[in-house]
């Protein structure tokens, strides 16, 4: 299973970006997928899970409302919108595929597939 992690950047403080997550994985459709990132110094953290289906997404409180996750079965594709960006969202962002289950979860423990990262850098 390989995951390519697309759409990182410089954005301004206030800014949009949308990530893709595209997956060779045939059973893309069948796994719950996260988002998840890391910030220079720091430990990688949850952002976003979503459901097999999309029909059930979970954020971390520091993104709710201003983050989407979504995902696209046809395509095999899973995205996070990002908007009102900060200085606080630079990083680098990984999307995963989860292990076994088909719901959703925030566990990195739980993801057994992870794409490279692409990195987000928001200027203030």
């Known amino acids: 299973v390989q995951l390519q992690a697309s759409g990182g950047g410089l954005v301004q403080a206030g800014g949009s970006l949308r990530l893709s997550c595209a997956t060779s994985d045939r059973n893309f459709r069948s796994y719950g997928m996260g988002w998840f990132r890391q910030a220079p110094g720091k430990e990688r953290e949850f952002v976003a899970a979503?459901?097999?289906?999309?029909?059930?997404?979970d954020y971390a409180n520091s993104v709710k409302g201003r983050f989407t996750i979504s995902r696209d079965n046809a395509k095999d594709t899973v995205y996070l919108q990002m908007s009102s960006l900060t200085s606080e969202d630079t990083a680098v962002y990984f999307c995963?595929?989860?292990?076994?289950?088909?719901?959703?979860?925030?566990?990195?423990?739980?993801?057994?597939?992870w794409g490279q990262g692409t990195l987000v850098t928001v200027s203030s």
């Open positions: 979503i459901s097999w289906g999309g029909g059930r997404t």
């Open positions: 995963a595929r989860a292990a076994i289950t088909a719901g959703l979860t925030t566990r990195e423990s739980d993801y057994a597939y």
